[in-house]
């Protein structure tokens, strides 16, 4: 049997330096949909000049962005990669024989090895670091759009776990870490608030020093040299920072109460 056509969906927004070697690494895929935030550089031409269709939405949530990028998608199959994620040859071959049998699992996760500071991170949990299903049919899932960042999902069907792994190169360097961290630690202190989670002081202590042992020495991040212990690290400043925001949104809150 022939392998069935595959949509790739990819969600952007000012991702020039990396956009690129994304879309290269699904130039096999059957069509290219890009969702863009209206970039303000050069990713949606570059998108565009590599055959991507480029459909423009103002950003709302990410579950949101990711359903519209469903909603373009011409075929059956999806393969989804964020724009700091490359198909590797592998997964490839394992997605297309997938795709051309008939009694396959509807939905599968994908591992994704990263390379963070030059290194492959093979402990630590960043590896195989699954994130939501990347291979799926498409009426088989549904993000959930409520969610400001890590969006849940609604599985409507079987599931499986591909054997290849995809690669992804999540930071450029130092700077780049810290304003996405900023950044994601911003919505998840939102979305906290949201769920009507509690605050107690105890989590600015608790919280980063076990995000630091559980990562460094639970998870063996100390296998991984320096790099294993830097992200170990970092990763616990972003739990600090994460609470932080979430305390200080809690008491905005309060305040709202306490003047009604």
Request: proline share 2%; charged share 30%; net charge positive.
């Amino acid at each position: 049997m022939n392998s069935q056509k595959i949509s790739a969906v990819i969600l952007s927004y000012n991702n020039e330096k990396e956009i690129g070697r994304c879309i290269d690494s699904l130039s096999w895929a059957d069509e290219i949909v890009v969702i863009d935030s209206f970039s303000s550089d050069n990713t949606a031409k570059i998108c565009q000049d590599k055959g991507a269709k480029v459909f423009q939405y103002a950003f709302t949530t990410f579950g949101k962005m990711r359903n519209l990028g469903l909603s373009h998608a011409s075929f059956d199959w999806i393969f989804s990669l964020d724009t700091d994620e490359v198909a590797t040859s592998k997964v490839v071959d394992e997605v297309q024989k997938i795709s051309s049998k008939a009694d396959t699992q509807d939905i599968y996760f994908v591992p994704r090895l990263n390379t963070v500071f030059g290194r492959k991170l093979l402990h630590g949990g960043w590896f195989p670091d699954y994130r939501q299903p990347q291979f799926f049919r498409k009426k088989a899932m549904t993000y959930n759009e409520q969610d400001d960042v890590h969006e849940g999902f609604e599985l409507k069907g079987s599931t499986g776990f591909l054997k290849n792994h995809i690669e992804q190169f999540p930071f450029d360097d130092l700077d780049h870490y810290l304003k996405k961290m900023d950044r994601y630690s911003t919505l998840m202190a939102k979305r906290m608030v949201k769920e009507g989670r509690k605050f107690h002081p105890s989590q600015l202590i608790i919280r980063p020093a076990f995000t630091f042992f559980k990562r460094y020495f639970f998870r063996g991040g100390f296998r991984d040299g320096f790099q294993g212990f830097l992200m170990a690290k970092l990763y616990s400043g972003y739990t600090f920072e994460k609470y932080a925001k979430f305390w200080e949104l809690k008491s905005q809150e309060s305040s709202k109460d306490f003047i009604k």
